[in-house]
């Protein structure tokens, strides 16, 4: 099977615009954090994903498709019937 690359992953993520996510990015070598968001957009280098902290405060993350590649960001798409998704990078 073929490696996935930059734009397969571009693709993918403009596919998922508007849908539920649930993320595990590394903060640090030992820190990583895990957040449920929606895809917001996506742009020629980078996607923003917007999550809800608290019912108050919402927060917009970005991250690159390399991370996403380098599997520094992991990224499973939320069915709104299922509790767990399908993953959107292998």
């Known amino acids: 099977m073929p490696k996935a690359t930059i734009m397969d992953i571009?693709?993918?993520?403009e596919n998922c615009l508007g849908k539920r996510v649930k993320l595990e990015a590394h903060k640090s070598?030992?820190?990583l954090y895990q957040k449920e968001g929606?895809?917001?957009?996506?742009y020629p280098s980078i996607f923003t994903v917007r999550v809800q902290e608290d019912k108050r405060k919402?927060?917009?993350l970005s991250f690159s498709y390399s991370d996403l590649l380098t599997q520094s960001v992991k990224i499973v798409l939320l069915d709104e019937n299922e509790v767990d998704g399908a993953l959107l990078v292998s």
């Open 10 to 13: 571009r693709r993918e993520v």
């Open 29 to 31: 070598k030992k820190k």
């Open 38 to 42: 929606v895809i917001e957009s996506t």
């Open 58 to 60: 919402e927060q917009k």
